[in-house]
Every structure is written in C-alpha cells, then in structure tokens.
C-alpha cells in the first residue's frame, strides 16, 4: 500500500511516499481502506517535533527518539471497513467510518487496522451519511476537540459563550454547537473571516486583532480558547478577566483529546440533522502532502485541511 512517512523529525519535505506492507487484522481488529486524512496542527507538531525545550525528552521518549516510531503518521481518517476480525462486534465489511488513531498514528496510509474498543491508540464510529469523506474528517478532529472542552462548560440556554479562535478546526464546531445548546455566542477571529463565522450563526464578532474589541468584551459564563495556548494576543488576555467564574475559561489545551465513539456517534447525529456543519478550507491530492503541511504549518486555515488517500 502506499504511506506517507516522516523520515526525520524537520520540515515538511522531510515527509516521503513509500510502499508499506499491507496492514492484516488480528482477530480483534477491522481493516479500514482510508479515502480521507485531516492534516492537523498535531500533525505538524509531531512531523516538525518543535516543541518547548521542557518537553523534548517526554516528546521523543513517547513518539521517537529521531522520527516518530510508527513511521506512518497521521492521526484522523475517514474510510470504508474491508475486513473484520471474528471477535468484531460492531462494525461489518462496507460500512463507511470516521475516527482518530490516537496515539497509534498511520492515517495517512491506504489501510490501517483498527480495535473497536475505544483506547489511547484511537476511535472508530460510522461516519455522518451526509457528508464526504474530506469532511468526516473535519468533523471527527474538530468535533471531538469542540465537544469535550465545551462540555466543561455545562452551557444552559441564554448563557453567554465566548469561542476565541472560531474560524479555526474545532473553533468553526464550536460556535455551531454552542448555538445548538442555546447559548449567546460571541466569536473571535480576524477581519477576513468576519462574514464566514457569522455564516455559522455566531450572534456576535470580535476581531483579536483591533485594539477597541477588548473594550467590547461583556461578561461570559463560558470562554472557549479553541485554538491553543500557543496562539494569543491582548484580546485573549483580556478574555480571560471576562467571566464569571475563573475555572470557566477552558483552553482546548488543558488536557489531552479524549477518543471517544460515544463523541463521534453525537457529533453523527447533531451532522445529519444539519445542526453542525464540518468546514473543509481544503484537499490536496495524497502526492501533494508536503503543500498541505506548509499551508496547515502557517497557522490560517479556515476549518479543516485534508489529503484525499483514496476515491
Ligand atoms: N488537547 C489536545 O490533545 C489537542 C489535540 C489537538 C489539537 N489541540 C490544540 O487545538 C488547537 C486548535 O487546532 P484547530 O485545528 O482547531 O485550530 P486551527 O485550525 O489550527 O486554527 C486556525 C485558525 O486560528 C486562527 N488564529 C491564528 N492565530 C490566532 C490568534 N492569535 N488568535 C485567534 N485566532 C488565531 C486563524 O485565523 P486567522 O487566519 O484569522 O489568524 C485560523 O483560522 C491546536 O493548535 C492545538 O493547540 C489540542
């Protein structure tokens, strides 16, 4: 099958497309033919490995010491299950699926095997019906990421909820599914993206980048920073002032993404009723991976990036 390794931890041109031995399911296990891969700013972190000097050693000792060990990288992937394992339960050849490996990586391959039981080593659920491939793959990352840290939050109707970062992965899910949940929801993102985040039924917008928006700050029951603790600005400082309760601003950072089927059959159901639906900004054929990386690597994508890996 053909895969896409990271040779060594560097730039993207470090990523080469080899042929791989075709994957075989143990009795526990289902193969997947993948047809799409997100490229995630996971991706990028662990391609890249540049990571603050504090957790270098923890980094290289848990995904490699000079590449990521499990050579195919890739954490979410959408596909169509070829084979099962005789202890398979939930799943049967041809159904269409959605998931993340995890810790275990390889989405960004023809098959990779699967456990159908949720671990650190990834989720599989069946996929929305509505919706391609390409864009599963932006509902598995960015619905997992949304859902998990807003339900920290235990939004009420009429709450109002700040989602900084909303034109980003799970940024774009996240004001789609606090308006779902009832909330006022203000969001923040740059002057480019203003009418696009507003197409997603925010009843607010700030712009991080005007200095006046920190004056237009109210007060939040509940501040969502989906796009990380690496990214900031004055806006986002100031947010963190702006609620009633301190534990309630919760940054998508705080602990590590859960694989959750449970998640993944919740963000199906909200998806087909067409009460969320996953951005993709762009595909790139499987051949142009290292484009994907250098446009994913810069920091602005508009929801979600994928690779097409089949059709
Ligand atoms: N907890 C976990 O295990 C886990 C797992 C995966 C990812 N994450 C975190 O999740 C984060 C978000 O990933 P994602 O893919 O959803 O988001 P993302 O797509 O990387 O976010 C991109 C968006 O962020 C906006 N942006 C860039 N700098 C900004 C700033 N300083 N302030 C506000 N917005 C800014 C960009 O808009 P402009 O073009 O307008 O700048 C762009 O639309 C990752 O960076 C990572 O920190 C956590």
């Known amino acids: 099958m053909k895969a896409i390794i990271c040779k060594k931890y560097g730039p993207p041109e ?37 990571v603050p000097f504090k957790l270098l050693i923890p980094f290289r000792f848990m995904i490699g010491i000079l590449k990521p060990r499990n050579g195919i990288i890739g954490e979410v992937f959408s596909g169509v299950i070829e084979k099962i394992g005789t202890r398979i339960k939930r799943f049967k050849v041809g159904d269409q699926v959605y998931g993340l490996t995890g810790m275990s990586l390889g989405a960004y391959a023809d098959y990779k095997c699967m456990k159908e039981i949720d671990s650190k080593k990834g989720c599989i659920a069946i ?26 939050g235990n939004i009420q109707p009429k709450q109002k909820v700040l989602i900084y970062g909303a034109s980003g992965t799970s940024g774009t899910i996240a004001v789609q599914y606090a308006k779902y949940l009832g909330a006022e929801v203000t969001a923040v993102c ?6 696009f985040v507003k197409s997603l ?51 998508i950072d705080n602990e590590a993404l859960v694989c959750s089927s449970d998640r993944l059959n919740k963000i199906k159901q909200l998806v087909e009723a067409n009460k969320i639906s996953p951005i993709t900004d762009r595909c790139y054929p499987f051949e142009q991976i ?22």
Do not use: W
């Open 14 to 50: 470090n990523l080469e497309i080899v042929e791989y031995k075709n994957p075989i399911p143990n009795d526990d296990e289902v193969l997947i033919k993948i047809y799409a891969a997100s490229v995630t700013d996971s991706d990028i972190f662990i391609r890249s490995s540049k």
């Open 127 to 152: 996929k929305p019906g509505n919706i391609t491939f390409e864009d599963a793959t932006s509902a598995a990352y960015g619905g997992l990421l949304a859902f998990q840290f807003l339900e920290k």
């Open 190 to 195: 740059s002057e480019k993206n203003i009418q």
């Open 201 to 251: 039924g925010a009843d607010k917008i700030l712009d991080y980048t005007k200095a006046d928006s920190i004056s237009k700050l109210e007060v939040y029951d509940l501040v969502l920073d989906s796009v990380g603790k690496r990214k900031t600005s004055q806006l986002k400082e100031a947010c963190k002032l702006s609620i009633k309760d301190k534990s309630k601003f919760v940054s």
């Open 290 to 311: 290292i484009n994907a990386h250098r446009y994913v690597e810069q920091g602005h994508k508009k929801g979600n990036v994928a690779i097409t890996v089949n059709t």
